[in-house]
């Protein structure tokens, strides 16, 4: 199994909050991936990072910042938790590109209330 | 406006029977083509992929169809077996990015 976890792995949280979930990897992967599952929706990607610093919107990007300090670690931020936000968020890494198959971490459950 | 689309929630199959499970895409730019099978509780993992310069790939139970000018895509498993139960995503991409279907929830029946 690649090695990526995510942290926290549950949350409970009350809307208007901050939030922060981490992704860890140790595959020295360049790219990484946070992406929330839905029911109805699939998979959708909300931001991914190509390299240290460098970041990029997905498809549900609204509400959402990232950070890639490291090559192991990305982080994603709600600045102010909605209800719409509750959702099981998802961590994948990539050696290439997107183009080719992605790791994905075990995800974190987030209910925003 | 969805550009992948699995128009099948779910599916189920007889243990021993062919699984087909279906993928439609609408952008023309998609030139890589993967499948991911998702237990509950668990990340998804990448199962099968495909080139757009290809229409067939093959892996043990596994066999990914391309008709381009359908834009259409399945995926094969034979014979099916109680451990395939599991929700499967079909997911194209063009550059850096990956766009998920909705996803279509297998059940292989004993």
């Known amino acids: 199994d690649a090695g990526i976890t995510q942290s926290p792995r549950h949350k409970v949280t009350e809307t208007g909050t901050p939030v922060t979930l981490r992704c860890h990897q140790t595959e020295n992967h360049r790219y990484m991936y946070w992406y929330r599952q839905d029911p109805g929706h699939g998979l959708r990607l909300i931001h991914y990072?190509?390299?240290?610093?460098?970041?990029d919107k997905g498809e549900v990007s609204d509400g959402y910042s990232v950070s890639r300090s490291k090559t192991e670690d990305f982080l994603l931020t709600l600045e102010s938790a909605t209800s719409s936000q509750t959702s099981v968020y998802f961590c994948?890494?990539?050696?290439?590109?997107?183009?080719?198959?992605?790791?994905f971490g075990p995800g974190t459950r987030l209910t925003v209330t | 406006d969805q550009q992948v689309k699995q128009n099948s929630p779910s599916l189920s199959v007889q243990e021993g029977r062919i699984s087909i499970l279906n993928c439609d895409y609408t952008n023309s730019m998609f030139d890589y083509f993967l499948w991911y099978k998702k237990y509950p509780a668990e990340g998804p993992t990448f199962l099968i992929s495909i080139s757009s310069i290809k229409d067939k790939n093959e892996d043990g139970r596994f066999t990914v169809f391309l008709n381009k000018s359908a834009k259409h895509l399945s995926l094969h498993i034979v014979p099916s077996q109680p451990g395939d139960s599991a929700v499967y995503f079909c997911?194209?991409?063009?550059?850096?990015?990956?766009?998920f279907g909705p996803g279509t929830s297998l059940s292989v029946i004993p």
């Open positions: 994948a890494i990539s050696a290439v590109s997107g183009s080719y198959e992605q790791y």
């Open positions: 997911a194209a991409s063009a550059g850096d990015k990956v766009i």
């Open positions: 990072s190509y390299g240290v610093k460098d970041t």
